[in-house]
């Protein structure tokens, strides 16, 4: 069930439909939001007063710029690049880096606005931004990879720094790209500020476990839903959308907890292995040759490979979206209630259309949303960012740990909140609401700015 959406609320997403015309996708995230924040302004009259949400729907600051670069053959490219810092009333704006040719400012706001309630729920010290650039990362050279990030930076560092805005990876960024970027930022600065970027290298500065933890955070984050309701994850059956950094490291903790991962995909179509899908060729195809998902069922010739259409269509007890926004819509919501599904969580970013998720709560079926499911991968950068401050460097048990607390924590608070607005299970409400206080509070405690 959803509340009303207020009528004060409602005038408001009119007001950011005005002044944002046309970024469809930040449209759907703050509805999103403010669909569900009518009882927290009954609850809390001040936050009205104070125009909180008209603040925090506005970000802070909004950057675009030209990224001129040569490729292979000497011809030069140009690129646009963005980083909107949305929200520093909780700490350093920290979100991270999308290199793909979809990339537009509504997209990057959309995530930006995300990050900031995702990064308040995980109750570490960081604020809400994100970056990106509609660069394709896909068929170039390690040294087209290098100029472009380069030519970025050039830029970038200048917004930058360890107490004030801190990107990390995303979709088409991964350690390589963060590798070049910080060396271009070092040279620059002539600073060797380790904080400044997170999901580096464990050779300079990254953190164990980072690579793992929004994958790894996701199943935590399932298990627990499972679990709220007298269930869990062993035996089950898994679909993952996506091959990347998301899904490889989703598919290992499910295995891990005794689920079995029967599929997977990427942009060109999808995989089905009965017998359970084998990480480590995923991980050859995917991480070191860097080819298409197709390329599995050439090594495991039991399996199938079927191109373009949905992996939802694959009947499972566990779906977890791990590619892309608007990726699972209405009719593949309908095809997994159908298909007798139980829990979905989002591993990417607003996977889920508006109509899917209103599909999955009418089903009673459990529905981690991406804010509380996938913010594992933050919360592990600020761990980083905590590591390089102070100069140390965790295991991987405790960094695990920690991980494991966080995530914990996470399902707890978006549970009990939802639970204390009278709509128990509702993890989008527990979430939005849990996240949006705490950035309220902030924000009203440190006055019009
Ligand atoms: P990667 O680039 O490593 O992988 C992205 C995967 O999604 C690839 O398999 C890619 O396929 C697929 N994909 C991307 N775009 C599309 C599309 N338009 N249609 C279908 N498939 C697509 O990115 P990540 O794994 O890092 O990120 C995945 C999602 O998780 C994103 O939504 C991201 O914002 C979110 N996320 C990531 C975090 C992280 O720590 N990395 C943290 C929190 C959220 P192909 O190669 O064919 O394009």
Not at 92 to 115: D, W
Not at 426 to 432: D, E, F, P
Request: glycine letters at 12%.
């Amino acid at each position: 069930m959803r509340f009303k959406f207020d009528e004060k609320l409602q005038s408001i997403f009119q007001e950011v439909l005005h002044r944002n015309p046309g970024e469809i996708e930040f449209h759907q995230a703050v509805r999103e939001v403010l669909e569900t924040l009518g009882p927290v302004l009954a609850k809390y009259p001040e936050f009205t007063d104070k125009k909180i949400i008209q603040r925090i729907c506005e970000p802070e600051r909004q950057i675009i710029f030209r990224v001129p670069w040569r490729d292979d053959n000497g011809e030069i490219q140009i690129n646009r690049a963005f980083r909107v810092e949305f929200n520093s009333a909780l700490g350093p704006y920290k979100g991270g880096l999308r290199f793909h040719p979809s990339v537009n400012l509504g997209i990057v706001k959309f995530l930006g606005f995300e990050q900031v309630f995702k990064n308040a729920l995980t109750g570490l010290p960081i604020g809400g931004g994100k970056g990106g650039s509609d660069f394709d990362p896909k068929g170039k050279t390690d040294s087209e990879i290098e100029s472009f990030c380069q030519s970025m930076m050039l830029e970038l560092y200048r917004h930058l720094g360890e107490y004030t805005d801190v990107p990390a990876g995303d979709i088409g960024v991964g350690c390589r790209e963060l590798g070049y970027l910080f060396g271009q930022y070092k040279r620059i600065t002539n600073r060797y500020e380790s904080g400044v970027l997170t999901g580096k290298g464990l050779g300079w500065g990254g953190s164990r476990a980072r690579k793992e933890a929004t994958g790894y955070g996701v199943v935590i984050f399932t298990q627990e839903m499972l679990r709220a309701r007298g269930d869990s994850l062993e035996g089950k059956k898994v679909v993952v959308s996506g091959s990347g950094n998301v899904a490889i490291y989703a598919i290992e903790k499910a295995h891990e907890l005794g689920a079995n991962v029967i599929a997977c995909s990427d942009s060109g179509g999808f995989i089905i292995d009965e017998a359970g899908i084998e990480l480590p060729l995923v991980q050859q195809i995917k991480e070191v040759e860097r080819r298409r998902i197709s390329a599995y069922v050439e090594l495991k010739k039991s399996s199938r490979y079927i191109e373009g259409s949905s992996v939802w269509s694959v009947p499972c007890d566990v779906a977890l979206p791990c590619a892309t926004q608007n990726e699972l819509t209405g009719r593949d919501a309908k095809i997994l209630v159908e298909n007798g599904c139980l829990a979905v969580a989002e591993g990417a970013n607003m996977p889920t259309t508006s109509e899917g998720i209103q599909i999955f709560q009418d089903a009673d079926i459990c529905f981690g949303p991406g804010k509380a499911a996938n913010a594992g991968g933050v919360a592990t950068s600020a761990l980083e960012m905590q590591q390089n401050a102070s100069r140390d460097s965790w295991s991987s048990e405790y960094t695990q740990k920690r991980l494991q607390e966080i995530m914990i924590d996470i399902h707890t608070s978006c549970y009990e909140t939802a639970g204390e607005f009278g709509e128990e299970g509702n993890y989008v409400l527990g979430a939005n609401v849990a996240g949006f206080i705490r950035v309220a509070r902030a924000m009203t405690a440190m006055g019009v700015i």
